[in-house]
């Protein structure tokens, strides 16, 4: 497991989304149930649909009742996204479970899965200021700014990239180690949510 691997892996769950560019095509996931490969598709997939989604609630002319139910769903992929970055942090804190940790080991408050989740974003970045700089009916100015942009991006996938081996590496080596702290939203929970429970 290693940034590049991800990287390309996010890209493909990208260029497949785009065959239809619908956000209601279903996800197809080619790899095995239970793998991280599968975990890192299916992790894109979610992210690269609420992108979407995102840009349809800005239509300044979108239907009120067509508004709230995209919103509703935003919110539904929000909880979809946080659990399967928890589902690859059990996956790290398996794969690293036996791992010796050093007496000066130091812990790392960012886990892999939540670094991975900067990447997969970052590569939807990537996607979408590449389109703006290749736009044929946008002005040299946006072209430009959108080239000048795309630069800093493929430099920031470089850096999340080496900061992500690196972080693998010394849990590997027993110099960090990570700790999973579930995000216990309370929004989606009925039994804490107040405008939820106390209509009950």
Known sequence: MNAPLANDIFRQ???????TDHVDTPLNNPYDSGTIESYLYHKNWIDTVQW?????????HINPAELVGIKRRIDASNQ????????????FMAFFGAIARKPNARLNSETPAWL???????????????????????????????????????E?????????????????EGNRYMKVYRQMKMYNDPALNPVLYQQK
């Open 116 to 154: 991975l989740d900067r990447m997969s974003i970052l590569q939807l970045k990537i996607y979408h200021f590449r389109e703006q700089a290749e736009r044929s009916d946008a002005s040299e100015e946006h072209i430009a700014k959108a080239k000048q942009k795309l630069q800093l991006l493929l």
């Open 156 to 172: 920031q996938e470089q850096d999340l990239a080496s900061c992500f081996d690196e972080l693998l590496e010394d849990i590997r």
């Open 52 to 60: 979407h989604l995102e840009d349809l609630i800005r239509d300044p």
């Open 13 to 19: 769950s990208i260029n497949d989304y785009h065959r």
């Open 80 to 91: 979809d996204r946080t659990d399967m970055v928890e589902k690859m942090d059990d996956w």
